[in-house]
């Protein structure tokens, strides 16, 4: 990290083989589209070499990493139109139990339905099952209080299961 | 409707954080409620299959087509600079005591002459040795002579124009230091060392001069020695 503090940009691309892979997957995973999460995952290093000088070591790089490219990629979303998104009150045509996909094909409807959750909900869905962070970290992440970490995901999680049974995922 | 207390548990299990007490009031209602397994069991399977999610390679040049895109800025670490102050302080005070212990080897008892002299951070166990408080005008506020290991130390909390420089002097020794109320925020203090100035019992004028002109002038009191 000092390295890369003192602008030495070979340290720089070691931390880019370490991180780029989980900051390009959380981006998405956020985002859906590889293209967007590409120039997430780009904007999110370029803004960190740019701000090293702020980076603090007794913090985690990780966390920081991670909030600058969940914050990229959330500003992302909202520069974006929206997309429909699903409050858990809506009630979709259920389909029958032949509709029911393979573990194969569950992936896809996950992502699908992920889509479908507001964008903080889907951040803490990212956080702890793709990035598998604790709630600490993601607080540390997202800004917010541990409590409110948990109320999130729980809801994240209610409204991605009752999604999946309306898909006939479940 | 399933009750917000046993949700949270169900959800606090399937992240690992469960103690023993609340895994035993999970565990008895659970087996008291059919509907409440059904929903554990869908979340454990939904939180399975989201784990299963495989990751994504990033693409091929991701990492190099950053490494191109990086701004020609040298980088500076704010973290560590009052660690870097603190080093470059100790290096300038170690460079004036030095010199100025060759100065007076080499030079021996002089007219008087006068040198710049750099700033210094003073040392937390520095002692207090005498201090005067300078009325309100050109140059206000307080200057207070310290002992800071083996020399003296001049600290200046004054208010003065940017335009005023000090001039320091004891047993025929002159110290400048150009500037004082230079790039500092107001309120905050300037120190210098006195390298080889008055240890036993001599005073040192302090003189404030905008240009030609005196603005300000304090005395303070050496400790005395043996």
């Given at each position: ?170 | ?91 300038v005070?170690?460079v004036v005591a030095?010199g100025a212990?060759i100065y007076e080897?080499v030079r021996g008892p002089m007219p008087a002459t006068s040198e710049v002299v750099g700033t ?31 020399m003296l130390a001049l600290?200046f ?6 335009a005023t420089g000090v001039q320091i002097t004891s047993a025929g020794r002159t110290l400048r230091v150009d500037h004082i ?9 300037l120190?210098v060392a006195l390298p080889g100035i008055a240890?036993?019992?001599q005073s040192v004028q302090v003189t404030f001069r905008a240009g030609d002109r005196t603005v300000g002038t304090a005395t ?7």
């Amino acid at each position: 990290m000092r390295r890369c503090q003192d602008g030495d940009r070979e340290a720089f691309g070691q931390l880019i083989a370490r991180y780029q892979k989980p900051v390009f997957n959380a981006a998405l995973r956020l985002l859906r589209n590889p293209e967007d999460a590409r120039d997430v995952a780009q904007t999110t290093f370029l803004k960190a070499f740019e701000h090293l000088a702020s980076y603090e070591p007794r913090f985690k790089f990780y966390s920081w990493i991670y909030r600058i490219a969940v914050n990229e990629a959330l500003d992302a979303l909202g520069a974006k139109k929206p997309v429909e998104e699903i409050s858990g009150e809506e009630q979709d045509e259920a389909p029958g139990p032949e509709r029911r996909v393979e573990s194969e094909q569950m992936s896809r409807a996950i992502e699908d339905a992920l889509m479908r959750i507001k964008p903080e909900f889907r951040a803490v869905m990212v956080l702890r099952h793709f990035m598998h962070l604790s709630y600490q970290d993601m607080s540390d992440i997202l800004l917010i209080p541990e409590k409110t970490v948990k109320s999130r995901l729980y809801t994240a999680r209610q409204l991605l299961r009752d999604d999946l049974a309306r898909q006939g995922a479940f | 409707m399933t009750d917000p207390g046993y949700l949270e548990l169900i959800h606090a299990e399937i992240d690992g954080e469960l103690d023993a007490r609340q895994r035993a009031e999970l565990s008895r209602r659970l087996l008291a409620d059919p509907a409440a397994r059904s929903l554990r069991d869908d979340f454990q399977r939904l939180c399975k299959a989201l784990d299963a999610v495989a990751e994504v390679e990033p693409p091929p040049q991701l990492r190099e087509s950053i490494l191109a895109a990086l701004p020609p800025l040298p980088v500076r670490r704010a973290w560590y600079a009052p660690l870097q102050r603190w080093r470059y302080a100790a290096m300038v005070a170690g460079v004036v005591a030095a010199g100025a212990l060759i100065y007076e080897t080499v030079r021996g008892p002089m007219p008087a002459t006068s040198e710049v002299v750099g700033t210094i951070a003073l040392a937390p166990a520095a002692i207090l040795v005498d201090a005067v408080q300078l009325a309100n005008g050109p140059v206000s506020g307080r200057v207070s002579l310290y002992r800071d290991r083996a020399m003296l130390a001049l600290r200046f909390e004054v208010k003065a124009s940017p335009a005023t420089g000090v001039q320091i002097t004891s047993a025929g020794r002159t110290l400048r230091v150009d500037h004082i109320g230079q790039d500092r925020p107001p309120g905050t203090a300037l120190t210098v060392a006195l390298p080889g100035i008055a240890m036993r019992g001599q005073s040192v004028q302090v003189t404030f001069r905008a240009g030609d002109r005196t603005v300000g002038t304090a005395t303070l009191r050496a400790p005395g020695g043996p």
